[in-house]
């Protein structure tokens, strides 16, 4: 059983940094492109930032130069930091894992950015 579960989410004002962690279990983590999606209150899921080689990663324009997606094999985590938050970002943030033709998501956290 495939199981992804997000942590780090909460309220931080704009300008402010979250770091949202992923820990995976019964996945092939070290072969499965890992990635955040969000989803705003009435909006279609977005991909924020994916990742399979350290040096191979793709961000949505919004993000870049503020967010960095990081994954630990030997711990099976994939990270997203977030700086410069800004209200915009507010959203449920999901953690998911591809494997092949498999996709396994997380429950989501919320990241809220607010004054």
């Known amino acids: 059983q495939v199981q992804l579960v997000e942590s780090g989410g909460g309220l931080v004002q704009p300008g402010g940094s979250l770091r949202l962690s992923c820990t995976t279990s019964?996945?092939?983590?070290?072969?499965?492109?890992m990635a955040w999606y969000r989803q705003a209150a009435g909006k279609q899921r977005e991909l924020v930032a994916s990742?399979?080689?350290?040096?191979?990663?793709t961000y949505a324009d919004s993000v870049k130069d503020r967010f960095t997606i990081s994954r630990d094999n030997a711990k099976n985590t994939v990270s997203l930091q977030m700086n410069n938050l800004k209200p915009e970002d507010t959203a449920v943030y999901y953690c998911?894992?591809?494997?092949?033709?498999?996709?396994?998501w997380g429950q989501g956290t919320q990241v809220t950015v607010s004054s």
């Open positions: 998911n894992g591809r494997y092949y033709g498999y996709n396994f």
């Open positions: 019964g996945l092939i983590f070290s072969d499965s492109t």
């Open positions: 990742i399979f080689r350290p040096s191979d990663t």
